[in-house]
């Protein structure tokens, strides 16, 4: 995100919404990889998975210089943590991102067991890993769609509708896991996870 706002000026919200959106890929793309390795062990997919984050950090650290915005702070301030919270909106805007994480890293984390228990429980199967590299990865274009949206409506009006999408899929996604259509499941998660 540094770098975003290091070359954009202008427009932030929407080079916001194309590095977002690569994150959330690569969120995503280990479940890719499980469902395309031929059923090889987990440890692969992991140090598949570290050995390309690695290499991509170390890319952006050599390839990628300060940009033309970069505002260099004069002094470590400490006290600045208490100092930003007194802020009404800030507050109210990172108490929000807070719970918006807390929320997301949840869903994604829990996406695999959802779709294994609700396949144990209604007896049927589909590729597990692929759909959730789906349910995941399908963040990415609405991550991007959002940055380009914020250029017209403004990020606050974006974020606040993502937001109660996200919280309305939270408090009605019990009773979508209690229906035994597969479809609808999957409907509903790919909308959660856009």
């Given at each position: 995100?540094k ?22 890929l ?5 479940h ?38 970069r ?16 802020g ?20 994604w ?11 144990n ?14 349910i ?59």
């Amino acid at each position: 995100m540094k770098i975003a706002a290091d070359y954009f000026e202008k427009g932030l919200g929407k080079a916001l919404g194309f590095l977002v959106g690569a994150l959330v890929l690569g969120t995503a793309f280990p479940h890719a990889i499980r469902q395309f390795s031929g059923g090889l062990p987990w440890k692969v997919v992991f140090l598949s998975t570290s050995a390309l984050a690695l290499l991509g950090g170390l890319i952006i650290r050599y390839t990628v210089p300060d940009g033309p915005y970069r505002k260099r702070a004069d002094k470590l301030h400490w006290n600045a943590v208490f100092t930003v919270f007194k802020g009404t909106r800030f507050r109210s805007a990172a108490f929000g991102y807070f719970g918006h994480m807390w929320e997301l890293y949840t869903f994604w984390a829990f996406v695999p067991v959802i779709l294994l228990a609700h396949q144990n429980a209604f007896n049927y199967s589909l590729p597990t890993s692929g759909t959730a590299f789906a349910i995941i990865g399908i963040g990415s274009l609405s991550c991007i769609a959002g940055g380009l949206w914020s250029q017209s409506i403004g990020p606050n009006k974006v974020a606040a509708r993502a937001l109660a999408a996200s919280g309305i899929c939270c408090l009605t996604s019990p009773l979508v896991l209690n229906q035994s259509n597969p479809t609808l499941l999957i409907c509903f998660l790919l909308f959660w996870g856009s």
